[in-house]
């Protein structure tokens, strides 16, 4: 038997290759900080058409942590815009030895290989598993093989020992492991079994997240699914103002909207990012150095996932180009920024912030800072609508206007809103903060704030 190993980027990764029949070849890259295009100096980059985009995934063994995104994260062809967004990848519960994925591929194919992403800043992004194969043709085949079943009596055959982990203690960052054949193909196979382990048993976040698992059949193209693009289709890459932060923009599914993404759109995500940053600071807060937006067909208007990804609907904005597009999206780049979740682990009493601050905050910052001239969520927008039931906590344009009050009225240093923003951020909001901050609670800054915009209303 011959081992092949290829060590590449900034970390020595150890990677073992077994085979029973011919020269598996398993090559490691790792790059230290990471960007959205997941791209490497010898490992494909992930692609969107593979093998393993209609297979089912299935959990045979261990537990998906809630934190995670589900197994669907692992073909969806999409992966993270930064290193630590839960959301966007799968992994095994916390505290746990890992686990054990199937993955069907619906009918028996000639594989030509198999690669495997991960993202995070620590010791969850390096990668730790066994890959195993089987056609499913033989009688003690077991296709949902759990824990303490033995996979070689259970005809799966071991391909592959992957263990990327670096010796000096460097193991944040974004990984590329890819596994083939050196001579051919790595055979004809229906499913395959990651047997992963967790990383490390220091603390209990020692599993790994995993973005994207990729399986390329014998015949296909390119590995990658961005590889090919046509110019239309690549993502416009610019970043902010201040150099801090790179912006993707990918408009290869409306690309009508690509001119107006990059002239207009981009200049306004790129001068109010480095702005953003100054108005929404807290203790130990490092503001994400990468987002992407994706704009294409869909439902609503636009969503914020892992505090990174933006996903803005195209049907709709080519509806508002001229009216509400730009600060629709400005509103989704502070999301970017609050980033609220990422206060849990530093915090273990923290208190998710309500709903109304998430969004209330942006959309002060959209209608009062930005665009004050649309008066999109002040009386002049809420007198044709003096019958609506006003209340602070109405979320969006409502509680908007309700922070507009409480900082004319009492912000005399200009402060409130990052106060109101670090308190979200780290998990310890409470309503005592109106009353610490003004001397007057939430309920009667309510009745004061409704009686000055009836006030503004019939003006």
Not at 8 to 15: G, K, M, R
Not at 104 to 112: H, P, Q, R
Not at 229 to 240: G, L
């Amino acid at each position: 038997m011959k081992k092949h190993i290829i060590i590449a980027s900034t970390a020595l990764v150890l990677v073992a290759a077994v085979s029973a029949r011919a020269e598996i070849k398993v090559t490691a890259d790792r790059n230290a900080e990471g960007t959205p295009k997941f791209k490497f100096e010898h490992v494909p980059l992930p692609s969107k058409t593979d093998a393993a985009a209609k297979a089912k995934f299935t959990i045979v063994d261990g537990e998906q942590d809630e934190n995670g995104g589900s197994v669907e994260k692992l073909n969806d062809g999409g992966v993270p815009s930064e290193a630590d967004e839960p959301a966007q990848n799968f992994f095994f519960n916390v505290g746990t030895e890992g686990g054990r994925l199937v993955v069907d591929l619906g009918s028996v194919i000639e594989i030509k290989r198999v690669n495997t992403y991960s993202w995070h800043p620590n010791t969850r992004g390096p990668q730790v598993y066994k890959l195993y194969a089987s056609d499913g043709k033989a009688e003690e085949f077991k296709a949902r093989p759990g824990h303490g079943t033995a996979l070689d009596k259970s005809r799966w055959k071991l391909l592959a020992k992957v263990d990327t982990r670096s010796k000096d203690g460097e193991n944040g960052g974004q990984y590329g492991v890819s596994i083939s054949d050196s001579e051919g193909n790595l055979g004809k196979y229906r499913y395959l079994l990651f047997d992963i382990s967790q990383t490390e048993t220091e603390d209990a976040f020692g599993n790994t997240f995993y973005s994207e698992i990729d399986v390329v059949s014998a015949g296909t193209a390119a590995d990658g699914g961005t590889e090919s693009a046509t110019a239309a289709d690549k993502p416009f890459i610019t970043h902010s103002a201040d150099g801090y932060c790179e912006i993707t923009i990918d408009t290869s599914k409306a690309t009508d909207l690509k001119e107006w993404a990059e002239q207009k759109l981009a200049p306004v995500l790129v001068e109010w990012y480095p702005k953003l940053v100054a108005m929404l600071p807290s203790d130990g807060y490092k503001a994400p150095t990468n987002f992407s937006v994706m704009i294409r067909p869909g439902e609503g208007v636009a969503a914020t996932g892992g505090g990174g990804r933006v996903t803005a609907n195209s049907t709709w904005l080519k509806r508002e180009l001229n009216r509400e597009a730009l600060g629709a999206l400005l509103h989704e780049e502070v999301h970017v920024v609050q980033r609220y979740g990422g206060g849990r682990r530093d915090n273990p009493d923290f208190k998710r912030p309500p709903g109304w601050l998430v969004e209330g905050i942006p959309d002060y910052i959209r209608w009062f800072l930005y665009e004050p001239q649309s008066h999109g969520a002040d009386a002049v927008f809420f007198k044709p609508r003096s019958n609506q039931k006003l209340n602070y906590d109405g979320r969006y344009r409502v509680t908007a206007n309700f922070l507009n009050y409480v900082v004319e009225k009492y912000d005399k240093d200009k402060n409130l809103i990052t106060k109101l923003n670090a308190a979200c951020r780290q998990g310890k909001y409470t309503d005592d903060f109106w009353k610490d901050f003004t001397g007057k609670t939430v309920a009667e800054l309510n009745d004061d704030w409704k009686a000055e915009l009836q006030k503004q209303m019939a003006d």
